[in-house]
């Protein structure tokens, strides 16, 4: 036998044991500094007794813990599952796939808007989400922004953007619509809003602002194109950008 075997696992448990290395550092450094940080106040606390008389007053002040700034910085290799939000809505399922990142998980990639139209929270969704009944309760963003980050895990929120049966059938002014009139349908039943409808644009980038500002790390946009499945000379009409007048604005176009 003129090679030995090849393990493909080997640089995977290579890797995750270099990063769980670089864990143990960090958080020794963290814990050297706490300590290092508690030995100059006690030290600065004797100075100060010794150094006050005893009729002076020591006023002390409480101060804030300065919150961190910035986004996380994206990890070196991303290791990462894909949780639609039903199954985050189930107690505790959540948390089993954060316990993943000791076996090597670095990211979690968490349905915002997923194909059905729907969003996966009511009260941090914006107004239009709202009112054409997109949100359900599924989770809590900050909740799950928050454990994502207390299990040292990247979190990425899923807007799925084109493809949207909730927002096509409640605003069928934005939807694919079929030639002679209607709502056009995939061959799966699903409604498609108009690529070229800036209001579709601004409500997809408007639910991301809300996941973002929640605590997600990152945005990932999905179905960004036209539809596909189905019957799509059906529907010439209305993937038309000279309907919206934005013909003047795409060379080669009718003005």
Known sequence: MLF????PNERFRERRAAARRRKRLRRGAAVSAVLAGVALLSVGAQFVSTSSSPSETIETATVAPTPSV???????EIRGVHVTMGLASLPGKLDEYLDLESDGLTALELDVKDE?????FKRQAPPLARAVGATLPYYDPREAAAAAEA???????RVVVFEDPVLASKRPQMAVRRRGGGVWTNSA?????NPYDKRVWRYNVDIAVAAAKAGFDEIMFDYVRFPSDGDVEAAPGSL???????????????S
């Open 70 to 76: 910035g986004a996380r910085a994206l990890p070196v």
């Open 151 to 157: 299990a040292g895990v990247y979190l990425i929120g």
């Open 4 to 7: 030995p075997p090849v393990d």
């Open 189 to 193: 039943g699903l409604a498609w809003t």
């Open 240 to 254: 038309d950008p000279c309907e919206l007048e934005t013909c003047a604005r795409i060379p080669g176009k009718r």
């Open 116 to 120: 059905n139209g729907e969003v996966g």
